[in-house]
């Protein structure tokens, strides 16, 4: 079956240092891939998503490349800020699963000033 | 625009009590509705889903069951908490699975069984 393996956390960073959460993959076919956070207390938000090999998805200086060769998507920001600590979820999705998506354990980012 | 609506946003439950959460999601029509568990350090596991009124999916054996008695409407239900049934329970919507596939959530709902 599906599957998203996520790099261990915490992940425990200063502020304006650089942000690498590993993401890989199984899955059948073609997956989309979603990275999601949560803020404390609140349920999850999109983060950015990329739906075919080699997209690049970004939002707010978070970036991820789809990766089919290495079934990898993995998130880097160059700078992180206090207001990113967060836990982040790597996701996929197939077209032909009723819209079923598959979850990373989530990793914990804390950003210290 | 569209929101989603997840409540109570916190209770606590003695073992052996019933639950009822419920989501509802506003504008949008025939939305996919999912309830995932996020278990304290863990990931999400995906309870139930739901592809239109009536039409319940389950993908772990256990100790709840879902409804959906109209079209923007979910709730998740036990008539006899365990407390392993403790966690934070999201409720989730997509609109159109053969496009974005993002899915919307909800606030969350805390349970504590004790």
């Known amino acids: 079956g599906d599957s998203v393996t996520q790099m261990e956390g915490p992940v425990t960073l200063s502020e304006e240092a650089f942000l690498t959460i590993n993401c890989t993959y199984t899955?059948?076919?073609?997956?989309?891939l979603f990275w999601y956070v949560q803020y404390p207390g609140e349920g999850l938000q999109l983060l950015l998503k990329?739906?075919?090999?080699?997209d690049k998805g970004s939002n707010k200086g978070f970036e991820a490349t789809y990766r089919k060769e290495t079934t990898s998507f993995h998130l880097e920001k160059g700078s992180v800020q206090v207001s990113d600590s967060a836990v982040y979820f790597c996701?996929?999705?197939?077209?032909?699963?009723?819209?079923?998506?598959?979850f990373g354990d989530g990793t914990t980012l804390t950003v210290k000033p | 625009s569209q929101t989603i609506h997840q409540w109570p946003a916190t209770l606590v439950q003695p073992v052996g009590s019933p639950l009822s959460l419920e989501c509802t999601v506003e504008?949008?029509?025939?939305?996919?509705l999912y309830w995932y568990r996020q278990a304290a350090g863990r990931g999400l596991q995906l309870l139930f889903y739901?592809?239109?009124?009536?039409?319940i999916s389950s993908e772990v054996p256990q100790n709840l069951s879902a409804s959906r008695p109209q079209d923007r409407q979910f709730i998740l239900s036990s008539k006899k908490l365990l407390l392993s049934d403790s966690g934070f329970y999201l409720c989730?919507?997509?609109?159109?699975?053969?496009?974005?596939?993002?899915?919307?959530f909800g606030e969350g709902s805390r349970l504590t069984v004790l």
């Open positions: 989730a919507w997509m609109e159109d699975i053969l496009n974005t596939g993002e899915l919307f």
């Open positions: 899955a059948t076919g073609y997956p989309s």
């Open positions: 990329a739906t075919k090999a080699d």
């Open positions: 996701a996929l999705r197939r077209y032909t699963n009723a819209g079923k998506s598959t």
């Open positions: 504008g949008t029509s025939n939305p996919n």
């Open positions: 739901s592809v239109g009124i009536g039409q």
